[in-house]
């Protein structure tokens, strides 16, 4: 499995910006689609934005236009720019790893990798 930390998480007025990173290491990362999904408190995890290895980009109807998704292939990282962030956007942020054909339809499956979660709070 692929070793996953994020980081970039914290508190933001709503409208505000962040930008969260993951930090892969362990088995090669190469091949690997990643994504981001967040999970509200009492809700259920949902995906927010995946990205293939050779980077095309996948994102939830509630970010598309607000959020980017990108990764560096050298230097095994992934990031999420959330730009006009709403306070229901408030949610622990995982990273994931996993198959180009499960991401890309917003999914995850029972070997996927995941990072701990970063918290984002967003203040109205």
């Known amino acids: 499995q692929v070793q996953l930390v994020e980081s970039g998480g914290g508190l933001v007025q709503a409208g505000g910006s962040l930008r969260l990173s993951c930090a892969a290491s362990g088995r090669t990362f190469s091949g690997y689609a990643m994504g981001w999904f967040r999970q509200a408190p009492g809700k259920e995890r949902e995906f927010v934005a995946a990205?293939?290895?050779?980077?095309?980009?996948y994102y939830a109807d509630s970010v598309r236009g607000r959020f980017t998704i990108s990764r560096d292939n050298a230097k095994n990282t992934v990031a999420l720019q959330m730009n006009g962030l709403k306070p229901e956007g408030a949610a622990v942020y995982y990273c994931?790893?996993?198959?180009?054909?499960?991401?890309?339809?917003?999914?995850?499956?029972?070997?996927?990798?995941w990072g701990q979660g970063t918290q984002v709070t967003v203040s109205s």
């Open positions: 990205i293939t290895w050779i980077g095309g980009r």
């Open positions: 994931t790893a996993d198959s180009d054909y499960r991401l890309r339809v917003g999914e995850s499956g029972e070997d996927a990798s």
